[in-house]
């Protein structure tokens, strides 16, 4: 089966400092990478998803990006943190298209 | 812009009693439908996937799909204190994206 590492479980950064959070997979080869922000009280908005190695789809454009430098790893930076940046930040791993996603436990940030 | 609504609650039901959740959905290209139970603080965590109109069972959860009325519901039986948690409805419509809905809070009394 497999596992969803995800980290740092909580981060708190100040307003304009970068950021990178890093999910890795174990247990599955080629999977499809998800990540998605959930605002406090808020629903799972989809950031970004990734269906191979550098390839890379953005759903919402804003000061975040994305990358997949390895087949299991998918990273998720910013340059400069917004307050509205703050939010519970979930990797999702996919296989096919038809079945569910199973998410990390996810990284709850803080910029103050 | 395709969506998926649920009531956000709270769902307030007595120990025992059955939950009924629901959730409706606008494409109506979506193919599969899936249930998400999260606890404050925790990562989503799936409960049920279902693909086809009718029932799905799977212990004391059951999924129900109407695609003709675009919309698809949980039921809980014999509902725990353990159960209560934010239940997420997700859809997929056969491509790489998956659209959440807001989650509806259901608050199970002892």
């Known amino acids: 089966s497999q596992t969803i590492h995800q980290w740092p479980a909580t981060l708190v950064q100040p307003v304009g400092s970068p950021l990178s959070l890093e999910c890795t997979v174990e247990?599955?080869?080629?999977?499809?990478l998800y990540w998605y922000r959930q605002a406090a009280g808020r629903g799972l908005q989809l950031l970004f998803y990734?269906?191979?190695?550098?390839?890379i789809s953005s759903e919402v454009p804003q000061n975040l990006s994305a990358s997949r430098p390895q087949d299991r790893q998918f990273i998720l930076s910013s340059k400069k943190l917004l307050l509205s940046d703050s939010g519970f930040y979930l990797c999702?791993?996919?296989?096919?298209?038809?079945?569910?996603?199973?998410f990390g436990n996810g990284t709850r940030l803080t910029v103050t | 812009q395709k969506e998926v609504e649920q009531n956000s609650g709270p769902l307030s039901v007595p120990e025992g009693a059955i939950a009924s959740l629901n959730c409706t959905y606008s494409d109506r290209g979506s193919q599969s439908f899936f249930w998400y139970r999260q606890y404050s603080g925790k990562s989503p965590e799936l409960i049920m996937s279902i693909y086809s109109n009718g029932d799905k069972e799977d212990g004391r959860f059951t999924a129900q799909l109407n695609k003709a009325s675009q919309y698809v519901s949980l039921l809980i039986r014999d509902s725990q204190p353990s159960d209560s948690a934010t239940y997420l409805c997700a859809v997929n419509s056969g491509t790489y994206k998956y659209i959440f809905g807001t989650g509806t809070r259901l608050k199970v009394l002892a």
């Open positions: 247990g599955t080869s080629n999977p499809n």
């Open positions: 990734s269906v191979g190695i550098g390839q």
């Open positions: 999702a791993v996919g296989g096919r298209r038809d079945s569910p996603l199973h």
